[in-house]
């Protein structure tokens, strides 16, 4: 097992059915079924909307401080145990908020577990505040200026949910107010989208990463500048299979054309309660799928410290 970084996982996609049944319970939150095992049965994916369907719907369960403290230890848990020395990871405050959260019970359970995982587990982690590009520009300026008074808790901001029909030019004016901020810039692109969504997110947002980013092959161009700028893609090979954005047999994944490009890219798992496996898992999938080279894959690892948002110092250790 390699030491590797996680920079694309959103928590609220490592909502494990046993964990869904237990806070459906304490919260008195019907569910379809209260059988774990039926509940994971359920999620057999056609695209990205049919995943985020179930995800949202899923997500009323959690009600409390203490909800999110548990959801974030129980990932960052089994991310140790998949060799994670550096976590970081999405949140989708909007959700939560919309639910009847307050902001400060998400973000405060949040930033204790990762203490706590710190202290306890070694694992280095980051918040990274996810807009819902499908609730538009004024709501993610909304959940911006809510966030604020909390602004030493997240170190950056990324854009989620509904691809398609949500280009990333619709959040320009959030992403300048967050770079003022002195915050990290990342978006999901390419996913569904085409390659225009990976330049506009370039271009007009300002980002360091792409998540995704798998459609920007259709662009030889775009793929050039991706290797000449060393702009990183953190690629989810099983999240792909899952929700049908790559062929069904992962030694068909773009993973194999990214590599022979030399495209700066790691591999992550997304939502991995949904998509069947860990970060460990997706690296022994693609590990066998595509027969890489040990070479490949210290490459595979190397990138994901490369990528990271890690003070130069800190990340030498690392690297
Ligand atoms: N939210 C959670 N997982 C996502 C994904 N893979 N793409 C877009 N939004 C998401
Ligand atoms: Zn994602």
């Not at 062929?247 to 068909?252: F, M, N, T, Y």
Request: hydrophobic residues 40%.
């Amino acid at each position: 097992m390699w030491p590797t970084a996680e920079l694309h996982i959103h928590i609220e996609g490592t909502i494990e059915s046993d964990l869904l049944v237990r806070l459906a319970r304490r919260n008195d939150i019907a569910l379809p079924t209260y059988d774990p095992d039926e509940l994971t049965a359920r999620y057999v994916f056609a695209d990205l909307q049919s995943f985020l369907d179930i995800h949202y719907s899923n997500l009323t369960v959690l009600r409390t401080e203490q909800d999110f403290y548990e959801l974030g230890l129980g990932y960052l848990n089994r991310a140790a145990q998949a060799g994670v020395r550096r976590a970081e990871i999405f949140f989708d405050p909007q959700t939560h908020v919309g639910n009847g959260v307050p902001f400060a019970d998400v973000i405060g359970g949040l930033s204790a577990a990762i203490a706590e995982g710190e202290r306890t587990l070694g694992v280095s982690a980051d918040l990274l505040l996810s807009f819902l590009r499908d609730r538009g520009p004024e709501a993610a300026e909304e959940i911006f200026r809510t966030a604020m008074p909390f602004r030493d808790k997240f170190i950056g901001v990324a854009l989620d949910s509904t691809e398609v029909g949500y280009p990333p030019s619709l959040f320009t004016d959030v992403y300048a107010m967050a770079a003022a901020e002195g915050l990290h810039r990342v978006a999901h692109a390419g996913e569904e989208g085409g390659p225009d969504y990976v330049r506009e997110a370039l271009d007009l947002l300002g980002v360091e990463r792409i998540d995704h980013g798998n459609r920007a092959l259709e662009d030889p161009e775009l793929v050039a500048r991706l290797r000449d700028e060393r702009i990183p893609l953190t690629v989810c090979p099983l999240s792909n299979v899952a929700l049908r954005t790559a062929p069904a047999d992962l030694s068909e994944h773009p993973l194999r054309t990214m590599l022979d490009e030399g495209l700066v890219v790691s591999i992550n798992s997304d939502d991995p309660a949904y998509f069947g496996g860990y970060i460990d898992e997706n690296f022994r999938a693609v590990t066998e799928a595509l027969g890489l080279t040990r070479g490949q894959q210290a490459t595979l690892a190397y990138n994901s410290f490369e990528s990271a948002f890690l003070e130069p110092g800190v990340r030498q250790v690392y690297l």
